[in-house]
């Protein structure tokens, strides 16, 4: 593998920062509210799952939580 010059792959890089697009702040708004309510779905599909399972140790075991 070649060594590259210090300077040429400073270059580089700054070219391909300059090809770089960001978020404007109507994408980064909706990408964050996407992630919120995802978190809060999750969050109640998991807690659902375990109020089932508690019950279902309760059923058989007949102890637990």
Do not use: C, H, Y
Request: net charge positive; glycine share 8%.
């Amino acid at each position: 593998m070649a060594k590259a010059n210090p300077a040429q792959f400073v270059q580089e890089v700054r070219q391909e920062a300059a090809k770089v697009t960001w978020p404007t702040r109507k994408e980064s708004g909706i990408s964050t509210a996407m992630v919120f309510v995802f978190v809060i779905v999750s969050a109640l599909f998991f807690m659902l799952v375990d109020w089932l399972l508690q019950i279902g140790v309760r059923a058989v075991l007949g102890f637990g939580g």
